[in-house]
């Protein structure tokens, strides 16, 4: 087992490393001369050839990406384009928020997907079981934003209860910050969680139909132990793979809604940076959001092979 | 998921397959039965939905009460208003009008066109280069296998809505661009069905007997492959859509996709927002209405989907997805 799993964490070092070469091409060599961008109207040939020295354009493409991973990986992250400012303070500012919020979407929307999932396949073809499919089922092909507007509207202008935008002065206690995210995290907890419902409940009903838990039926062992004991237990593998999977869905999650919300977080600074061509700052916020997904997408993998025996001796 | 043990063709049921012993066999008797596409009641009214959107996204501009881009600035008694922008429901515009005071229900009809036609067309395009690129590391093997696979899964490896970001920041927003943009995001995902179809149904013997008798390359990929992919990679072309309209949508309404004055659904919420503040009667409908069409659309093709893959090969769509 730990050399499959070693070698699905090398191959999650490389793929981060790919991440790293795609985002600085797309983002640095294919748009063309950075210095000219810069510049814009103002160019003349003496101004280019000094900014280019400066950002080092003038050298090879390799050079290039070697001086920019050496710098990421110092912890020096340039200096926006815009603002002046660096892109650490920035980034430093704004992370704490969004690992704030996607960590209370954790919290809760787990727990409720597993016992959801849970109850739907328990009377699989019963009341709970079709109203949770056909809801999640609606739910998941729908726009994030549609479920930010609606409760936006039914909770925070017709019935006021909570404010419309989750705009943070930094200084808030804990439980005034939660009031002030409801929408948000409401909106994330339905969205994360009509996939993991179907999820749970489809990895739960695979278990059912397996021949242990015919024995189990057939024994005479009441349905509600069976689910806890015998399916649950063994469902926990994908369960896992699925919780782990749907917090890389996240990723893409937080940038619609943070941006609905004006929420100060890390996608909000991304989508800005990407509005206002802000290139240093779309390459860390890029780089922050694509080496989480794919080390999440590294823990569902690894929970799959640590708990399918199947998968730890493949042939 | 299933074993490689459990995978036993059952043997053909032939009181419900109608073959009646009276009746001559119009094909081999082992042929697999022909299955009809019936539907249930909620995908009878999902076909009506699309259908209905896909008619308006072709004849969308010669319905359409106004130009995508014409402001509403005097009543139907020719009185001028002071603000047109946000007008509740009338019998002029029937869904009100937007923050600059245009008919909604004109900009939905002409929006259908630009977002359903990028969507179309993006998944098209992901479609075409997931099934070339997909069968032909198939067939071929060997080290072409190999590197388009290692590319595709280091495509995979971003959220689709971050590659989006990534390219938009270097080369701007424009219609052609988007639509390439999504067809080779999605057309990762495209490869990897078609390429497992492909390995799924290279070794059966029938691809063996037609190698042996000598057919070329591209008759086993047209003759032999894709006619046995096909369904199972309709019913993930419907799927795919639904993804695509999503991420265009998203990147619209993140302001970072079709850009104004065309109207297009995602970039019609995002326009709107401040006149959800403004409550159902002044507003908000502005902002609901067009996430409403695109959710009546993708919710549609999703259960078309999910009725279709329950009645005809269910279990393989769902293994490959």
């Not at chain 1, 943070?258 to 940076?273: C, Q, S, W």
Request: aromatic share 8%; glycine share 8%.
């Amino acid at each position: 087992m730990w050399p499959m799993v070693l070698r699905r964490i090398g191959i999650g070092f490389v793929l981060i490393w790919v991440v790293s070469v795609l985002i600085f091409l797309v983002t640095q060599v294919l748009p063309g001369d950075a210095a000219e961008i810069r510049l814009g109207q103002a160019a003349t040939p003496e101004t280019l050839a000094a900014l280019r020295k400066e950002l080092g354009l003038d050298q090879p493409a390799v050079i290039q990406y070697a001086h920019w991973i050496g710098d990421l990986l110092t912890g020096d992250l340039g200096i926006s384009a815009a603002g002046g400012a660096t892109i650490a303070s920035l980034i430093e500012n704004r992370i704490g928020n969004t690992v704030f919020m996607t960590a209370v979407v954790t919290v809760v929307s787990i727990p409720l997907s597993i016992l959801l999932g849970l109850l739907a396949a328990m009377y699989p073809g019963g009341l709970i079981d079709r109203a949770v499919t056909f809801s999640t089922l609606g739910l998941i092909a729908v726009p994030d934003f549609l479920i930010a507007i609606v409760l936006i509207l039914v909770l925070a202008v017709q019935a006021g209860l909570v404010p419309a935008v989750s705009y943070l002065s930094g200084s808030e206690s804990f439980w005034k910050k939660l009031s002030i995210l409801a929408l948000p995290i409401a909106t994330l907890v339905i969205v994360v969680s009509a996939q993991m419902i179907r999820m749970t409940r489809a990895g739960v009903l695979n278990v059912m139909s397996s021949p242990y838990v015919e024995m189990a039926i057939l024994k005479g062992v009441p349905r509600r132990r069976i689910i806890l004991r015998h399916a649950l237990l063994n469902a926990i593998g994908p369960i896992v793979n699925v919780i782990a999977l749907n917090l890389a869905y996240l990723v893409s999650g937080v940038v619609v809604i943070e941006t609905i919300f004006a929420y100060p977080g890390l996608a909000k600074l991304m989508v800005d940076g990407v509005q206002t061509r802000d290139m240093p700052i779309v390459q860390a916020c890029g780089m922050i959001f694509c080496s989480t997904y794919v080390v999440l997408i590294l823990i569902a993998d690894i929970a799959s092979i640590v708990s399918n025996p199947r998968l730890r001796h493949p042939k | 998921m299933t074993d490689e043990s459990a995978r036993v063709t059952p043997p053909p049921d032939l009181s419900e397959n109608g073959i009646q012993p009276d009746r001559s066999f119009e094909e081999l008797p082992d042929a697999p039965p022909k299955q009809g596409l019936k539907l249930s009641l909620v995908g009878k009214i999902s076909v009506v939905v699309v259908a209905f959107w896909m008619v308006l996204a072709c004849i969308g501009p010669f319905v359409a009460p106004y130009h995508e881009a014409h402001f509403i600035e005097e009543n139907e008694e020719g009185e001028f208003y002071d603000d047109p922008s946000y007008l509740s429901p009338s019998s002029q515009v029937w869904l009100g009008t937007d923050f600059l005071g245009r008919d909604i229900l004109s900009r939905i009809i002409w929006g259908a066109r630009t977002t359903i036609g990028i969507s179309l067309a993006a998944t098209l395009l992901a479609y075409a280069l997931g099934i070339i690129f997909g069968i032909a590391a198939a067939v071929a093997g060997g080290w072409a296998d190999a590197v388009l696979s290692r590319l595709d899964d280091a495509i995979l490896s971003f959220p689709s809505i971050m590659l989006g970001l990534i390219f938009v920041a270097a080369f701007g927003s424009s219609i052609p661009l988007l639509i390439v943009l999504a067809g080779v995001v999605y057309a990762a995902s495209v490869y990897r069905i078609a390429r497992a179809f492909g390995h799924e149904i290279i070794v059966q013997d029938f691809v063996e007997a037609a190698r042996a008798r000598g057919e070329g390359l591209w008759w086993i990929i047209t003759r032999e492959v894709l006619p046995n992919a096909a369904m199972p990679l309709a019913t993930d072309f419907g799927l795919r859509l639904v993804f695509v309209i999503l991420f265009i949508s998203s990147l619209s309404f993140l302001g970072l996709g079709v850009q104004p004055p065309v109207s297009d659904w995602g970039s019609m919420v995002r326009e709107n927002l401040q006149g959800l503040g403004n409550g159902l009667g002044g507003g908000a409908l502005a902002c609901l209405a067009p996430a409403f069409a695109i959710a009546s659309l993708t919710i549609a093709i999703n259960l078309i989907v999910d009725d279709v893959s329950a009645k005809a090969g269910g279990s393989l769509a769902k293994k490959m997805i």
